[in-house]
């Protein structure tokens, strides 16, 4: 099968071009073919410098501009129709890329994607599902980010698109799909938490109740649901805790848990594929993006989460 095309955010990220540049010849060099997308004149040369002018699946397409981090994001991309992350996102569309990757600006990557793919049928709010290691594994949380303020239903939605990237990304044939809550029994939690409890278990899949929030890395569900305020909260937290104790875990044990591994969170729910990386994304990270985004290209997730959406709406 031929390798997926990824369009690369060339200005993504906080150390762009240079760490995305080295990042994107290491993916190449192990079999990916990348559009690397900014400025042509500055590609090139990063690229020459990486010793990679003469990688045959390696292309550059020419965008003046990037969004900084501190950017409005919708401003941002008003103000500029050429930025990297809008051409990479327009090369899906007109053939020439498979999916996306970039480091860059959250929400203008979101916005770029959603403005250009649109919404898969049926699917009232796309999430960002980020696959975290657990003790046995690891757990797709969504939504992570993209939507601070939800409805039951985006949630319920959210388990049935989160059971289709757990099938897809860690191969698990029916995922448990949890609802993160303050307590296991389903009275607990907020009038969001309870509303979502019962529009999850009217759902064709393998809902497996709440889970509590001192208890959603111990591998009790391979799908946690939550709204994209708490769940980036958790992400955070959880992030900063292994952090902390890095220095006293032995490398075996922080490889597992180390965000460089997994390079990037897909936003599903889009009829288009985009991988968010982190903002501090080393060129390891960029690397193993690169690659996360092909397999879930490759693994058809868009069409995946577009069926099983689909199915249970019937």
């Not at 050429?82 to 916005?111: E, K, Q």
Request: with cysteine.
């Amino acid at each position: 099968m031929t390798a997926p095309v990824i369009a690369v955010d060339g200005l993504g990220g906080d150390d762009a071009p240079g760490v995305v540049v080295e990042g994107v010849v290491a993916a190449v060099r192990s079999g990916s073919r990348v559009v690397l997308v900014g400025p042509v004149d500055v590609l090139r040369a990063a690229v020459a410098a990486a010793g990679a002018s003469d990688l045959l699946n390696l292309t550059i397409e020419d965008a003046p501009e990037g969004i900084a981090m501190d950017e409005s994001p919708l401003a941002a991309l008003r103000r500029k129709p050429r930025a990297s992350i809008r051409v990479a996102c327009a090369l899906v569309t007109s053939g020439a890329a498979d999916a996306v990757y970039s480091a860059g600006h959250t929400g203008a990557s979101l916005l770029a994607a959603h403005g250009a793919f649109g919404v898969a049928p049926g699917i009232e709010r796309p999430a960002l599902a980020v696959p975290v290691p657990t003790r046995d594994g690891y757990v797709v949380l969504l939504d992570a980010g993209a939507n601070v303020d939800c409805r039951a239903s985006h949630l319920a939605q959210f388990g049935v698109m989160g059971a289709a990237l757990s099938r897809v990304l860690v191969g698990v044939p029916s995922p448990r799909v949890g609802l993160l809550s303050i307590g296991e029994e389903a009275a607990k939690g907020n009038e969001l938490t309870k509303e979502a409890h019962a529009a999850l278990g009217a759902m064709a899949i393998h809902f497996v109740g709440n889970i509590d929030a001192a208890q959603w890395l111990n591998g009790k569900a391979d799908v946690l649901v939550c709204d994209g305020f708490t769940g980036n909260i958790a992400l955070k937290v959880g992030e900063a805790v292994v952090e902390m104790l890095a220095a006293g875990l032995p490398a075996n044990a922080w490889e597992r848990f180390n965000h460089a591994k997994a390079g990037g969170a897909p936003l599903i729910g889009l009829d288009g594929l985009l991988v968010v990386g982190h903002g501090r994304a080393s060129a390891e990270a960029i690397t193993n993006g690169i690659q996360l985004t092909a397999r879930l290209s490759q693994g058809g997730l868009v069409a995946q989460v577009a069926e099983a959406v689909g199915r249970v709406l019937k």
